[in-house]
């Protein structure tokens, strides 16, 4: 039988995303209308998002620790969590879980890899382009990254925060990602990484001026990957 996921929720527009993706392309290595169990928890967004805006990363590990005691309780095997920015709270998460983890930027740093990318562009919010999750995870695996120049990461995190993680998705936003991506393109980026799990829902790769790494859908794969190959 194939090992119970458990997603640790954040945001809903990500956890449906990656839980949608889960199901419907478990049938792909397990046969018609076939997947995984999945349990999924999510704690109330605000609480993170007032977690992530003080800076207070324990607090972030906190909920998420939470989350996974409630999804080992009702049988999850391994987790993961479809939210690119709480990974920086990943350190003070995984020696204190009930379960292992797979991490996003792991996930994609190995698909980077796999395709020979060199040159990466992040995408995501403010905190997670300024951030150390994928500079770190990405010098580990030899790829070198760019992000956004300041006042384009200020703005593509409003729209993050104003608009997709409500479920808005604007044409304007779609352009103005694609402008950015552009100039990323000209900066000598190879790919780019959609580290806001909700960019998928406003960018299609049709309109993206580089190939894109979809995070959501990446953790997604590898959650099937795991739950099927072990």
């Known amino acids: 039988m194939p090992r119970h996921i458990g997603i640790v929720a954040c945001s809903a527009e990500g956890a449906a995303l990656c839980y949608r993706t889960i199901c419907l392309e478990g049938a792909e290595l397990l046969g018609s209308h076939a997947h995984p169990e999945v349990s999924m ?7 993170y998002v007032r977690c992530i805006e003080a800076n207070d990363w324990a607090g972030v590990a906190e909920l998420m620790l ?16 479809p939210v690119n920015t709480v990974h920086q709270a990943f350190d003070l998460v995984e020696h204190r879980s009930p379960r292992p983890w797979l991490h996003i930027a792991i996930e994609v740093a190995n698909e980077a890899k796999r395709h020979g990318y060199k040159r990466l ?7 997670l382009m300024e951030g ?9 695996a030899g790829i070198d990254h760019r992000i956004p120049r300041a006042e384009q990461r200020e703005r593509i995190h409003r729209f993050i925060f104003d608009e997709l993680v409500q479920g808005v998705f604007l044409p304007q936003t779609q352009a103005y990602l694609t402008e950015v991506i552009r100039t990323m393109k000209n900066e000598g980026c190879d790919a780019v ?12 790769q049709e309109q993206s001026p580089l190939p894109m790494l979809d995070s959501t859908r990446l953790l997604a794969r590898a959650a099937l990957r795991k739950a099927v190959e072990e």
């Open 41 to 47: 928890h999510g704690h109330n967004f605000a609480d």
């Open 193 to 204: 990484v959609l580290g806001c799990t909700e960019i998928p829902l406003v960018l299609t």
């Open 66 to 81: 939470s989350s996974a005691d409630k999804l080992a309780k009702a049988g999850a095997e391994f987790l993961i969590a």
């Open 132 to 140: 150390p999750v994928y500079r770190e995870k990405l010098k580990a």
């Open 121 to 127: 562009g992040v995408l995501g919010t403010r905190a």
